[in-house]
Nanobody, 126 residues
Framework: QVQLIESGGGLVQAGASRKLSCAAA????????MGWFRQAPGKEREFVAR????????YYADSTEGRFTISRDNAENTVYLQMDSLKPEDTAVYYC???????????????????WGQGTQVTVSS
């Protein structure tokens, strides 16, 4: 069964760091372009970061650039999201996403992604 399984969420104070993991099961991660999205209560799911198949190139939303770092370990079939200098507005459910092929849909759109994890809650207290 193909699955993306996120972990590492929790309650943290503003200014702290947290590292999320996304473990892939039933698929070979190196064949997938990977990303992270988040969804806050009452809001649409939004793009956070993405990483190319080899991990050489990474891209971030303006709101996370300079504070978050996406990385991957294809040997471990895992993608990570290191979050530093967390703010209360980072509070959301964080989702891992994968796509095997790139098409015409911008990767900042949820429609561009084929596989999703179940999400992990990150709550940042002020």
């Amino acid at each position: 069964q193909v699955q993306l399984i996120e972990s590492g969420g929790g309650l943290v104070q503003a200014g702290a760091s947290r590292k999320l993991s996304c473990a892939a099961a039933g698929l070979t991660l190196r064949n997938y372009y990977m990303g992270w999205f988040r969804q806050a209560p009452g809001k649409e799911r939004e793009f956070v970061a993405r990483i190319t198949w080899s991990g050489v190139n990474t891209y971030y939303a303006d709101s996370t650039e300079g504070r978050f770092t996406i990385s991957r370990d294809n040997a471990e079939n895992t993608v990570y999201l290191q979050m530093d200098s967390l703010k209360p507005e980072d509070t959301a459910v964080y989702y891992c996403a994968a796509t095997a092929q790139l098409g015409s849909i911008p990767l900042e759109s949820t429609d561009a992604w084929d596989l999703w994890g179940q999400g992990t809650q990150v709550t940042v207290s002020s």
